[in-house]
């Protein structure tokens, strides 16, 4: 904890914080807050310090509320407002960006891979600010593909395959010709014959089906970069929290993702760079990650679509329990609500007789906890009110209750 008489505060207002009902970090941010007020009494200190503890206080959730029910009207009633659109361009207006509904399903799915995966690519400080060095970066992830290198002929007469790249590209790609040359032949299994910006190679026996064939794998090698990246935007943007102190940015934007090779490429800030993909995320990163992109994109979905007025809390709570195991596992009936140990719990959410007869025929029992079991046998749920007992003395006139 930050020491407080090095903040200049005496023993007076040190005492009025520390008597709070605070968490250490909240501490932290009121003795911060009270250093920077010269001329401050302790009754005025006292008073910031009990209207902080008061708002915590409110912020708490109280004893037997149920807090999954709360959270799935919250979420789930906003919901139905998001628009079916499955294509939104949002933040790059280059990049198609799933968004809406369908990425919400995505989410709670937990898909193994989104309908359109992108990286947000942050860079480090020279990449950052430099713009050729910022595209050295961009073609060491996006993928370059033959024809973006040049133009693909077929020489029937010689069965050969010719590629005349272009030295532009060439130079701009950080590739040479020679490099090419040997990639095809590392790939292709073939001889090639390469003169200045010429490549030529072709079947070993004169077959214009082998021809053909030779130009469709060469259409597939990745000459440069990361073979799911089709494409990089770079823009410069921005930046209020920059690690360098830089006023603008290069960031990079990209179609499809492969966050382990990215965070690998010199020049990239794995600090701050992120996908779309959550397993990605949970791969690489670890299950604490995996959540905090699991309420970052569920968040930024819903405030696309202007519902910017959910507690983040709620938000929370669905990442804590798709992430609660150690894994990553989704909302639906082969996920969390597949897996309740209540037999009612799960019948009531999909393939009812189902479960029902699994349960019948390994003798299960349904203790009836939770909320949804109680609602379909129609007893009060042990929740809120639901969970106190009251009784009334009838041995005097005065009423007691339990």
């Known amino acids: 904890m930050t020491n407080p008489s090095a903040l200049g505060l005496d023993?007076?207002?040190?005492?009025?914080?520390?008597?709070?009902?605070?968490?250490?970090?909240?501490?932290?941010?009121?003795?911060?807050?009270?250093?920077?007020?010269?001329?401050?009494?302790?009754?005025?200190?006292?008073d910031v310090a009990q209207a902080v503890e008061s708002q915590y206080r409110d912020t708490r959730v109280d004893p037997l509320d149920p807090v999954g029910t709360v959270s799935a009207q919250s979420i789930g009633e906003p919901g139905t407002q998001l628009t079916m659109n499955t294509f939104h361009y949002a933040g790059v207006a280059e990049i198609d960006v799933t968004q809406g509904l369908p990425r919400l399903i995505e989410l709670v799915d937990a898909r193994k891979t989104p309908d359109t995966p992108t990286m947000t690519v942050h860079l480090d400080e020279e990449y950052a600010t430099?713009?050729?060095?910022?595209?050295?970066?961009?073609?060491?992830?996006?993928?370059?593909?033959?024809?973006?290198?040049?133009?693909?002929?077929?020489?029937?007469?010689?069965?050969?395959?010719?590629?005349?790249?272009?030295?532009?590209?060439?130079?701009?790609?950080?590739?040479?010709a020679e490099e090419v040359a040997e990639i095809i032949e590392d790939q292709l299994g073939v001889k090639t014959v390469q003169n200045g910006t010429t490549v030529e190679f072709g079947p070993e026996e004169p077959s214009y089906r082998d021809l053909l064939q030779l130009v469709e794998e060469l259409r597939e090698i990745t000459f440069?970069?990361?073979?799911?990246?089709?494409?990089?935007?770079?823009?410069?943007?921005?930046?209020?929290d920059?690690?360098?102190?830089?006023?603008?940015?290069?960031v990079l934007y990209t179609e499809g993702s492969a966050f382990g090779d990215a965070l690998a490429i010199e020049g990239v800030d794995a600090s701050r760079t992120t996908c779309n993909n959550i397993h990605e995320i949970y791969r690489n990163l670890g299950v604490e990650a995996a959540r905090e992109i699991i309420i970052e994109e569920t968040k930024n979905t819903l405030v696309e679509q202007g519902l910017d007025n959910i507690n983040v809390r709620h938000l929370m709570l669905v990442a804590d329990i798709m992430t609660n195991e150690g894994t990553i596992e989704s909302i639906g009936r082969h996920g969390i609500a597949g897996n309740k140990e209540s037999v009612l719990a799960r019948a009531a959410y999909e393939v009812t007789v189902n479960h029902l007869l699994n349960a019948s025929i390994h003798g299960e029992i349904d203790s009836i906890d939770g909320v949804i079991e109680n609602v379909i046998?129609?007893?009060?749920?042990?929740?809120?009110?639901?969970?106190?007992?009251?009784?009334?003395?009838?041995?005097?006139?005065d009423t007691t209750a339990d």
């Open 11 to 46: 023993a007076d207002v040190e005492a009025v914080v520390e008597d709070t009902d605070l968490p250490p970090r909240l501490k932290d941010r009121v003795y911060e807050t009270l250093a920077e007020r010269d001329e401050l009494t302790i009754e005025q200190a006292d």
């Open 130 to 176: 430099e713009r050729e060095k910022a595209h050295e970066v961009v073609w060491k992830i996006e993928a370059t593909k033959i024809l973006a290198l040049g133009d693909v002929s077929t020489n029937v007469a010689d069965m050969r395959v010719v590629i005349s790249l272009n030295e532009d590209t060439l130079n701009e790609r950080m590739i040479t």
């Open 224 to 240: 440069k970069g990361i073979e799911d990246i089709s494409r990089v935007v770079i823009r410069r943007e921005e930046m209020d």
């Open 242 to 250: 920059s690690p360098f102190d830089a006023d603008e940015e290069f």
């Open 377 to 397: 046998v129609g007893r009060p749920v042990k929740l809120g009110t639901g969970d106190v007992d009251l009784r009334m003395g009838s041995t005097s006139s």
